[in-house]
């Protein structure tokens, strides 16, 4: 089975600062990868995707991540925070059941 | 578009207690997911329908039952409720059983068992 590893289960950025999430996954096979976004009460939404084209990923609302298969990563990045980027974000990846593995999750809080 | 909506939005049951969470989107998708939310371990797949008229376990489908009423319509059972499903619940649907698939989630269903 799959897994993703997201380093930090919490994150504090100032506002305007660089935001940078962490995944690592474990894959024997090329990946599919996603991230997610889950604000307050609210189920998830997709931000991103990775599918085996660019390995730089654009995404929603600034966001962007890299694939980086030496390193088995898939880090979500935004140059500069914003108040309405505090969420928690999930990386996850899909195999060949169409099942996704979702990490652990990462609540990032952005300070005024 | 309404998207993937779940009932009820919050519950809270006694143990041995049973209830059915609703989930029906209207997207014509043909796959659909529950998952539970704990946390500190992110979401974990309790069963799935790849299609109407399938159903399989997932992750953690101990004390859970389901039913594929039709394409639109997915539903999870607990038949006695334990305080360890004291849990927030998601359904989720996807356009097809892809690899690439975005998946699309309802707001959930937060569940208290005391």
């Known amino acids: 089975a799959q897994s993703v590893t997201q380093l930090g289960s919490h994150v504090s950025v100032s506002e305007g600062a660089l935001v940078l999430l962490r995944c690592n996954y474990s894959?024997?096979?090329?990946?599919?990868l996603f991230w997610y976004v889950q604000y307050p009460n609210q189920g998830l939404q997709l931000l991103l995707k990775?599918?085996?084209?660019?390995?730089l990923v654009k995404g929603i609302n600034g966001f962007e991540a890299e694939f980086k298969k030496s390193e088995t990563s898939f880090h979500l990045t935004k140059p500069s925070a914003h108040m309405s980027d505090a969420a928690e974000y999930f990386c996850?990846?899909?195999?060949?059941?169409?099942?996704?593995?979702f990490g652990t999750g990462t609540s990032l809080t952005v300070i005024p | 578009n309404a998207g993937v909506t779940q009932t009820p939005k919050f519950q809270v049951l006694k143990t041995g207690q049973s209830m059915t969470l609703q989930c029906a989107q209207d997207?014509?998708?043909?796959?659909m997911y529950w998952y539970r939310q704990d946390p500190g371990m992110g979401l974990r797949l309790i069963y799935y329908?790849?299609?109407?008229?399938?159903?399989d376990k997932g992750e953690v489908p101990n004390g859970y039952n389901v039913s594929r009423l039709n394409k639109r319509e997915f539903s999870l059972r607990l038949e006695s409720a334990a305080p360890s499903q004291t849990s927030v619940y998601f359904c989720?649907?996807?356009?097809?059983?892809?690899?690439?698939?975005?998946?699309?989630f309802g707001q959930g269903t937060r569940l208290t068992v005391v």
């Open positions: 989720a649907s996807t356009a097809e059983w892809a690899w690439d698939t975005e998946a699309f």
């Open positions: 894959s024997s096979v090329p990946p599919y």
């Open positions: 990775y599918t085996s084209a660019a390995t």
């Open positions: 996850a990846v899909s195999d060949t059941g169409n099942q996704f593995y």
């Open positions: 997207m014509n998708h043909n796959s």
């Open positions: 329908s790849a299609s109407e008229g399938t159903t």
